[in-house]
């Protein structure tokens, strides 16, 4: 019988880095989604593999040595996926450091960064004029790093690899941070490249989600409000 790789996740840009690299490598998964929204993250089983109560989290029944093992953390997941497989990370040093580097100006950040720009812009029950500001800005100094990264490169390390993996699903839209094509050509381009993979398309389908929304009230209580610390 094959062993599944079993994948607990939400439809945010952290759990669609997973989904897609599950996708692109191959690996037969199970899908588990965790409604963040209404609080799902705070079921003692799913702390159990996840204790910062944050998705995607994994768990492999077939781990390095043969054992199941759970693994939370975006960034942490990548990276064992592709040493499992040997795939969308490169074998020479310099090149896999490259791309290690990048993976981890995404997580610490991009993913911060545009967290923070996406919060204040859409679900701060007030707007505050200089966290919009400071976090916007810092959003576009962001892209600005990515342009000109890729000048004279297709993706970010080179070759097609979890450091773009990990990065696309943050930046994907422009737009929803009041920026442009324009302003970011390159930029512009590298979405249109990934988002044309199959693999993606397929992962950013994942979980099939087929339950009505959480308000915005509970969202926002359980991701933002007090619920998020006093189950912590």
Not at 111 to 122: C, I, N, V
Not at 136 to 143: C, G
């Amino acid at each position: 019988m094959q062993t599944m790789i079993d994948l607990y996740t939400w439809t945010t840009p952290n759990g669609f880095k997973v989904s897609i690299a599950l996708e692109e490598l191959g690996l037969p998964y199970r899908a588990h989604a965790v409604d963040i929204g209404r609080g799902e993250q705070f079921d003692p089983k799913f702390l159990a593999i996840s204790p910062n109560n944050k998705i995607p989290a994994i768990v492999d029944d077939e781990g390095p040595d043969g054992k199941r093992m759970s693994l939370f953390e975006s960034g942490a997941i990548l990276l064992y996926l592709a040493s499992k497989t040997n795939k969308l990370l490169p074998s020479g040093d310099r090149a896999r450091w490259e791309v290690t580097e990048w993976l981890f100006w995404q997580m610490a950040s991009v993913g911060p960064m545009l967290g923070q720009a996406a919060h204040f812009r859409r679900y701060a029950p007030q707007p505050i004029e200089y966290a919009i500001t400071r976090y916007t800005n810092e959003t576009k100094r962001l892209y600005g790093v990515l342009e000109r990264r890729l000048d004279g490169r297709d993706y970010i390390a080179g070759e097609y690899s979890i450091a773009d993996i990990a990065a696309w699903p943050w930046m994907r839209n422009l737009e929803g941070f009041g920026l442009s094509a324009s302003e970011f050509p390159r930029v512009a381009g590298w979405i249109e490249r990934i988002a044309s993979r199959p693999a993606v398309a397929r992962g950013t389908a994942v979980p099939k989600v087929e339950r009505p929304a959480a308000t915005p009230e509970e969202v926002r209580e359980n991701l933002f409000g007090k619920k998020q610390y006093e189950r912590s």
